[in-house]
């Protein structure tokens, strides 16, 4: 089953913040994330871990809360570079399971 | 930096043609996988391997097989390509540095393969 993530699609002005989530109808062991540039490999930003972890990337941080089986990723005072597409992803042992994605186009 | 390479960037085959698709990731990682991506489904795992010559399914593994005979090296095949096996496919490689958990994977570039 893979995790659900909301916003599919969120529009940004330089500057601002953002927040995707990602929920799992199964437990969380743990949550990964991961950006892909358009026409590019998705690249790995952070894990966290079951403990309500919160840890950091640049100015991009995320929560794990295992009791209500959801990660959030929060994106501050956003830059163009932010612009790309956002995966969460959750596993148990060696495999992940991604989420559908969130589309972020960050704007001057 | 840890290097996945994939052979080809875009592929082009023919209904009922046997495909394969190369990865070489050269850090040593014992974990290789390989993913499908499509518009509003993500990345979808077909196979995934944990070591040479071990393979197990994934989400997706039907019309699809993998090889690994070296622990670089980790190869999928379609046994007869269809062509709603047209997708973006994705490699990725990671370390076993705990049982337990899945350490970051590192991607290749993909391979767009077109079946016609």
């Known amino acids: 089953q893979q995790p659900v993530q909301s916003p599919q699609a969120v529009i940004l002005r330089e500057g601002e913040d953002a927040v995707i989530n990602c929920s799992s109808s199964?437990?969380?062991?743990?949550v990964h994330w991961y950006r892909q540039k358009h026409g590019e490999a998705p690249v790995f930003l952070m894990i966290?871990?079951?403990?309500?972890e919160q840890k950091g990337h640049e100015k991009i941080s995320a929560s794990f809360n295992e009791k209500k089986q959801q990660s959030s990723l929060y994106l501050t005072a956003s830059q163009l570079s932010y612009s790309g597409t956002y995966f969460c992803?959750?596993?148990?042992?060696?495999?992940?399971?991604f989420g559908t994605g969130t589309k972020l186009q960050v704007i001057p | 930096d840890v290097k996945v390479t994939q052979s080809s960037r875009y592929l082009v085959k023919r209904t009922g043609e046997k495909v394969f698709l190369e990865c070489v990731q050269d850090m040593d990682h014992e974990n290789m996988f390989w993913y499908r991506q499509d518009p509003g489904l993500g990345l979808r795992l077909i196979y995934f391997s944990y070591d040479v010559k071990m393979k197990e399914k994934g989400d997706i593994p039907e019309g699809y097989s993998v090889s690994r005979e070296k622990k670089e090296r980790f190869s999928l095949i379609l046994e007869s390509a269809s062509t709603n096996q047209t997708s973006m496919y994705l490699c990725?490689?990671?370390?076993?540095?705990?049982?337990?958990?899945?350490?970051?994977?590192?991607f290749g570039s993909g391979t767009r393969l077109t079946v016609v």
């Open positions: 992803g959750t596993a148990p042992y060696q495999k992940v399971t």
């Open positions: 199964k437990a969380l062991y743990s």
């Open positions: 990725a490689s990671s370390l076993l540095r705990w049982a337990w958990r899945a350490d970051g994977y590192t």
């Open positions: 966290l871990l079951k403990g309500g």
